[in-house]
């Protein structure tokens, strides 16, 4: 049973264009939200996050969206580089639940950048 | 500030065979977690620590799977004996609290023949 799900296994963008990355949840429990970037034979490296109460957090040229009702979030970056490419992967935790420490990922979803 | 190490980089061991894989997370992050990723496909949590106490190992597959953290520090996860299906990469993460994010390791990657 997949909880999270990115549906896209890749998407490729042209420099200085903006990216969007998608990821769907079923578990109506999940009320944080996290997106990973990861390099080859790197571990998972933290993006940005964003909690169930609030719908849209930025960072620099990242913005993560929420619509809870939709139990949905995307990723936005812009504008996108060369060096963003890479495999992103969300994941979703359940704060107030019995397993407050376990993330659940996506599959990823391959970004590729072209200079 | 050094990240999260793991040890060995990169395992190869027969069917049957034990593997004991380390993990060193960051100093003073009492959250420790071991995740799976097998086959490119996601990344799959195995169990969580706090200190030296197993807080969640409901993604531990089988009993085949031993994890321990002694004295709150650096974490084992040993496989006994390990089967072809246990081939994938073994990552562990630190944190200093579950809300936080979690700091991964560059993982080790094993592989059963």
């Known amino acids: 049973d997949q909880q999270v799900k990115q549906n896209s296994p890749s998407l490729s963008v042209q420099e200085g264009r903006i990216s969007i990355l998608n990821c769907d949840y079923t578990n109506s429990m999940f009320d944080y939200f996290l997106w990973y970037k990861k390099y080859p034979a790197e571990g998972p490296t933290f993006l940005i996050s964003?909690?169930?109460?609030?719908d849209k957090n930025e960072d620099g040229r990242f913005t993560v969206f929420l619509n809870k009702s939709a139990k949905h979030l995307s990723l936005h970056i812009v504008p996108s580089q060369p060096g963003d490419s890479a495999v992103y992967f969300c994941a979703a935790s359940a704060i107030g639940g019995t397993s407050y420490g376990k993330l659940t990922f996506g599959q990823g979803t391959i970004l590729t950048v072209h200079p | 500030e050094a990240g999260v190490t793991q040890f060995p980089s990169h395992s190869v061991i027969e069917k049957g065979q034990t593997v004991t894989l380390r993990c060193d997370p960051i100093s003073g992050h009492d959250n420790l977690y071991w995740y799976r990723r097998v086959m490119g496909k996601e990344i799959k949590f195995l169990l969580h620590f706090v200190k030296e106490s197993k807080q969640d190992e409901s993604g531990m597959p089988n009993n085949r799977f031993l994890a321990e953290r002694t004295g709150g520090t650096y974490s084992t996860l040993k496989v006994q004996p390990a089967e072809l299906e246990d081939s994938g990469v073994y990552f562990c993460?630190?944190?200093?609290?579950?809300?936080?994010?979690?700091?991964f390791g560059p993982g080790t990657r094993l592989t059963v023949t």
């Open positions: 993460a630190s944190s200093p609290g579950p809300g936080t994010s979690r700091y």
């Open positions: 964003i909690s169930s109460i609030k």
